[in-house]
Nanobody
Framework: QVQLVESGGGLVQAGGSLRLSCAAS????????MGWYRQAPGKQRELVAA???????NYADSVKGRFTISRDNAKNTVYLQMNSLKPEDTAVYYC????????????????WGQGTQVTVSS
């Protein structure tokens, strides 16, 4: 089994910053890519940013220039640095990973964290 544990959410004023972390643990053979999604009340879950094992990144247009995704492969951890936060960034942020497990079936992008709340006040 594979677990993803997120941390770093909270309440911040508009213009502020937060850093989210997501650590993967368990019976892992390899981590192919990791990413962050978010879901605001009444809206669909959307991709925020993703990063491959080689460091290639992609971002939602709404966060380009403000958010930075990075990863520490040695720690099986992905980070999301969020700067210049806006009230519309308020959402539950979920970590997602494309993990090849050691002893169970591979499901592409099948690992999810429990979510962490980010609230940006105006």
């Amino acid at each position: 089994q594979v677990q993803l544990v997120e941390s770093g959410g909270g309440l911040v004023q508009a213009g502020g910053s937060l850093r989210l972390s997501c650590a993967a643990s368990g019976k892992i053979f390899s981590i192919n890519a990791m990413g962050w999604y978010r879901q605001a009340p009444g809206k669909q879950r959307e991709l925020v940013a993703a990063i491959t094992s080689g460091g290639s990144t992609n971002y939602a247009d709404s966060v380009k220039g403000r958010f930075t995704i990075s990863r520490d492969n040695a720690k099986n951890t992905v980070y999301l640095q969020m700067n210049s936060l806006k009230p519309e960034d308020t959402a539950v942020y979920y970590c997602n990973a494309d993990i090849t497990p050691l002893y169970s079936d591979y499901v592409p992008w099948g690992s999810w964290g429990q979510g962490t709340q980010v609230t940006v006040s105006s």
